[in-house]
């Protein structure tokens, strides 16, 4: 398995780093070595926030992410901001509501992560689980299992089974 | 085997408790904050005390009275922070009080760029309180390395009954990542000598022979005796003695500087058969070992060296580095503070250059590689 460089985008308050985090938990549950870092300062709260993520089988020395894999935006803001770091080839996952970026040189999934988490499940706060689920659909980049396991071990008491409906939404976004 | 994400203030905190920590004093700041958070969280559950004091200095003041009365104390900070508890670093050198003050190094001077990465605090780390002295000053590089330098830290703290210093840096007190720690971590942990004569007996600052430092009775046991910032005499009185004070300020430089062997540690990274070294520490190290892999393949014999012991400085192993290789650079997250040691020791033999920056920017791999290729091509 390559490297692979992950930089989640969106508003603050939208579970990014708690998403870099779970993604990253996945990725050790499978045997892999993950690293995660975030952004703090004004970007922290509202305006453009971001996690990253490095999930690779060999040691991790640099530990930021500089030109990505795959960018995940949630927002037009962070998509405008963050899209010249997404590598060629790159995979662009953004939420329907994001116009979709003319560049020929990457693939792109817009798909509806807000609003199935707002209208479908009437639960905003889990667009980041339905964001992993979908990631995972395009990438495999960790195994169902231990995603699922690390959502688990990681959302409020009383909220796994919401969760665990969203990740399988966030599966069956991207087919 | 608890294999788990980890962040490095957590990993702190975590090799903090395992060194036997039970108290904790000091104030908030940006990105230390974690490490306060943690142990007001742990403490309690271990019988130990979370106190957060009015400010930065009364942080320290109050974590070398935890230390007095016993308890195997630490206190965090940054920037700013690091700057107001500097007098009481040099009190609890003078009084021999062991502790533990972890510095997560942020940009500055003054509050600088408060939410970035910085290695700007090398030299204020060695020479930021006032007077002759000794320090030992560690800076370990990953998640695991900072569970298990902090333990290391509690460790020399008590042996050499002296304040430690940690340093961490933003990105690594930060970043999260895979940290194996076995069921049985069957680490060594140390703790400071006590007293076995009686009370009356018992000289708080007189050193045993066989010993590097007197042994030290805990407040509160009965053994009744004074701790003061002034020179003192074996008793612990004041004293204006000349013969006194120059033994008293020498053995505090002498217990460090004589025992470099247990105290220095550094990693050496593919520098067998390399002509080019780069110094690197904490963070930084991590962007200098992936450009070392880089400039590798691309055919350049270079490797790394890394200080995990800052001060006192590897002195013998950097003057062989010298001796071996053609150029050494020295790169970090400041404008040139560790280059002024290496350039010193190493600079007799072979010629240092140094790479930093100071505009709260991390400093990448490719920057190293083209460095050290722009100047191998010139």
């Known amino acids: ?175 | 085997m608890t294999v788990k994400l980890m962040q490095g203030n957590e990993a702190c905190v975590a090799g903090a408790l395992k060194a036997g920590m039970k108290f904790y004093a000091g104030y908030p700041i940006t990105p230390s904050t974690e490490i306060a958070e943690l142990s007001a969280e742990e403490l309690p559950k271990v019988g130990g005390k979370f106190i957060q004091m009015e400010d930065e200095i009364a942080g320290i003041a109050a974590t070398l009275g935890g230390s007095l009365a016993g308890l195997k104390s630490m206190t965090a900070t940054s920037g700013p922070g690091f700057s107001l508890k500097q007098e009481n670093i040099g009190y609890g050198i003078i009084t021999e009080t062991p502790c533990v003050i972890v510095n997560v190094q942020r940009s500055g001077p003054s509050t600088g760029l408060p939410t970035s990465p910085a290695q700007g605090d090398i030299m204020q780390a060695r020479w930021g309180t006032h007077g002759d002295h000794s320090i030992i000053v560690l800076y370990p590089s990953s998640v695991k390395e900072i569970y298990y330098t902090t333990i290391r830290a509690f460790n020399l703290a008590e042996k050499y009954r002296t304040p430690v210093i940690l340093l961490l840096d933003e990105i690594i007190g930060h970043m999260r990542e895979k940290i194996e720690i076995p069921e049985n971590d069957d680490v060594e942990i140390i703790d400071r000598k006590k007293p076995t004569c009686s009370p009356s007996e018992y000289k708080a600052f007189k050193v045993q022979d066989g010993d590097v430092v007197p042994e030290m009775a805990a407040f509160g046991e009965g053994y009744r005796y004074h701790v003061t910032g002034l020179v003192h005499d074996e008793t612990g009185f004041p004293s204006g003695n000349e013969l006194v004070a120059d033994k008293l300020l020498n053995r505090l430089i002498d217990k460090i500087e004589n025992n470099k062997e247990d105290i220095v540690t550094y990693e050496e990274y593919m520098l067998d058969d390399a002509d080019i070294a780069i110094v690197s520490f904490g963070s930084i190290a991590r962007s200098a070992k992936s450009a070392v892999d880089s400039l590798r393949s691309q055919g350049y014999k270079v490797g790394l060296f890394r200080p995990i012991t800052i001060w006192p400085s590897a002195e013998d192993q950097l003057e062989e580095l010298g001796k071996k290789m053609k150029k050494i650079f020295v790169v970090e997250l400041n404008a040139g503070q560790y280059f002024l040691e290496v350039d010193r020791i190493a600079g007799k033999h072979t010629k240092v250059n140094k790479y930093g920056k100071i505009n709260g920017d991390i400093i990448t791999p490719d920057e190293i590689v083209a460095v050290v290729k722009e100047d191998q091509n010139a």
């Open chain 1, 1 to 175: 398995m390559k490297r692979w460089e992950l930089r989640f985008s969106g508003a603050g308050g939208q579970g990014l780093i708690t998403g870099g985090i779970i993604l990253a938990e996945a990725a050790i549950l499978d045997g892999k070595n993950a690293l995660q870092s975030q952004s703090y300062g004004p970007e922290a709260r509202g305006g453009a926030s971001k996690a990253e993520v490095i999930i690779s089988d060999e040691e991790i020395s640099f530990p930021k992410v500089g030109r990505c894999d795959l960018l995940l935006s949630l927002t037009q803001l962070s998509c405008d901001k963050y899209l010249e770091t997404l590598k060629p080839g790159g995979i662009l996952v953004i939420d329907d509501s994001v116009v979709t970026p003319e560049r020929d040189d990457i693939k792109i999934f817009s798909i509806p992560i807000l609003s199935t988490a707002t209208t479908k499940l009437g639960k905003p706060m889990v667009a980041n689980i339905i964001a992993l689920g979908a990631i995972h659909s395009i990438t495999s980049i960790v195994s169902q299992e231990s995603l699922q396991k690390a959502v688990l071990s990681r959302v409020p008491k009383g909220t796994e089974e919401l969760n665990k409906v969203a990740l399988k939404e966030g599966y069956e976004l991207v087919k």
